[in-house]
């Protein structure tokens, strides 16, 4: 079943806290994080008086029954330092279950009763949801930095025509025009991957005239990129102005891809032998196509 979740906070490090609470969500079994908006700022609703709020939505896909669903984001509103006193005051963070199965039930009712009303909850739940109908209020909400989808995540990738990518730590297929366009793209740019992607670099170093960011919970540290230890971290180092390309494995591909703009994939024309595959395509529109013998070049983007 597919949910649309709002978060928001205003208090302490709103933009940190959002993004720690996105990724938690995404952590929670049976739970597929889809989609996330850009922040938004907006003066308080309800009560008078209170730092203004900071406000995003995400798209989620997931097995758990409402109830149970709901029970996973209070745990994550608690660990993230949600005390409850005052209805509609001040908080840390703040996770409402939006749109979604319809569910009349005294701890919970979908869709949030108040969510026409609010353009604070609307105008980010419109940008990952555009066929929702819906009339604003003129509340004062302004988007503003600070959201994972700033990044704009670009990726990059060689696949067969089931979107194999590799097999037995080792890629599926070298082939020079794709490795030209690979270098066209990511020059001069951020590139963001795996350890074990590292490995199937020449010589196993990093790739010149590029900031090669390693994403591992196991390498400390590696002569000419940084290394960071998880995804919050990666966020941390990043440069919103940047272009920013994840080019593998298949793990680091599935992290990011609710947070991408774009991707770039080389589909040959043929069917390997593969154990690791790229993440499914459901929220991205093929764009563009160059077809070349043998193999084509696909980009897609939302």
């Excluded at 933009?15 to 996330?36: F, G, M």
């Amino acid at each position: 079943m597919i949910y649309y979740l709002g978060l928001g906070a205003n208090l302490g490090e709103r933009e940190r806290t959002l993004r720690q609470a996105i990724e938690r969500i995404k952590k929670i079994p049976a739970v597929k994080l889809l989609r996330v908006s850009s922040f938004y700022e907006s003066e308080p609703w309800g009560v008078e008086g209170q730092p203004n709020y900071l406000n995003a939505a995400i798209k989620i896909f997931t097995m758990l029954e409402p109830l149970d669903l709901l029970d996973e984001l209070q745990r994550i509103e608690l660990e993230l330092g949600r005390i409850r006193r005052e209805h509609w005051g001040a908080r840390t963070i703040d996770i409402d279950i939006l749109f979604g199965a319809e569910i009349s039930h005294e701890r919970l009712t979908v869709p949030h009763k108040f969510l026409f009303e609010r353009d604070f909850a609307l105008i980010p739940l419109a940008e990952i949801f555009p066929a929702l109908e819906f009339k604003l209020h003129g509340d004062k909400v302004f988007r503003v930095n600070g959201s994972s989808a700033d990044f704009k995540f670009k990726l990059v990738a060689c696949v067969d025509k089931n979107f194999g990518l590799g097999c037995n730590g080792e890629l599926l297929f070298r082939i020079p025009e794709d490795l030209k366009n690979f270098r066209r793209l990511t020059l001069n740019h951020t590139i963001i991957f795996g350890r074990r992607t590292l490995e199937t670099f020449p010589n196993r170093q990093p790739l010149d005239e590029r900031r090669n960011i390693i994403l591992s919970r196991s390498l400390k540290n590696f002569s000419g990129a940084e290394v960071v230890g998880s995804v919050e971290e990666l966020f941390n180092v990043l440069d919103a102005a940047e272009e920013n390309f994840v080019i593998g494995g298949a793990e680091i591909f599935a992290e990011l891809i609710p947070y991408a703009a774009e991707i770039f994939l080389t589909v040959v024309d043929a069917e390997a032998q593969a154990d690791v595959f790229f993440p499914k395509l459901d929220e991205f529109n093929l764009r563009d196509v160059k077809k070349f013998d043998g193999f084509e070049f696909r980009r897609y983007a939302r």
